[in-house]
């Protein structure tokens, strides 16, 4: 044990049996553990130390283990479990680091813990699927799931994300966290926007200046703009699709929205729309909506509950968004949308006065 203790450290404990000189020969031992070749005699008298010094009345003692055991592979498992379950000073350190400690363990000392240690857990390198599932389910606070929600190293599917919103979704920290990662699902992330949408909404109901009429008008529009915004190019139609039944099943899917999506060029978006409001599968609402002729989209456009007096100004800004393309430069999805916008004011004929107050207010708006 020259590695570890000598004859002074024995001596030393045995004259000054202070708090202090424990966590001397705590520090020693610990990194001596951890960081040296023993022979298998003296791994295992350094191993019955810890066990005596795990028992230590002062703190201190068992906070030097801790820290200088947290990563060490060979830490008996019964000395970790012993420093997980201990105050948190001492567990912290062995909870976000130890590699000894099974999903089996950790799911245990969540369910038993306060927020601290769960925290801890959540920090981990590697957070299994079972174990940020325990986060979740027991989490104390909303700060637990946010740190998990945070660290890239969780495993964490879209079941496990949309039940981290469901419970903690009102938490500022959690939906910033949500928003944050990467590869987020569309359908979560419209959820978020929806509910601050609606918090916007009661904001703006709380000053007396503002009618509820006005105040739902802007929760709308900036409702409207953020979900259209959530669309990068590419996305998969099976997301999209999913994306847009969501919106429908909480009608959240209104004619300026589907309006809003085409005029910036989205055409996976739009067809999503008409699929879902037909009750059509999406490669059946393809073939009518590109159809050369003039039927196939007037059809498939017949069946939605979408305005009948609004199908021409639809018709355009289809004719218009798949003759363009972006240019390339920097705010070129916005200035796409302002060209359609303008080709789309020029073109639409036999509307009716109603329908054309309401699509120039619309349309006005999608500009601005």
Known sequence: MAAMLTEADVRKLMTDPSADSRVETATKVAKAFYETELSAAERQLAEEIFRIMVRDAEVRVREAL?????????????VALTLARDVELVALPVLEFSTVLSDTDLIEIIRMSGAEKQTAVARRASVSGDVANALIDHGKTGEVVATLVNNPGAMLKDAELEKAFAKFGAHPAVNNSLVARANLPLRISEKIVARVSESLREHLLSHK??????????VLQARERATAGLLPAGSKSADVVDLVQQLRDNRRLTPSLILRTLCTGDLTFFEASLAVLANMPIVSARVLIHDEGKLGLQSIYQRTPLPANLFPAFRVAFDVAREMEYDGGANDRARFSIRVIERVLTQFEDIGNDNLEYLMKKLKQLAA
């Open 66 to 78: 801790s820290i200088n055991l947290k990563a060490s592979p060979e830490l008996p498992k019964d």
């Open 209 to 218: 200046e503002i009618s509820a009429e006005m105040a739902a008008d802007l």
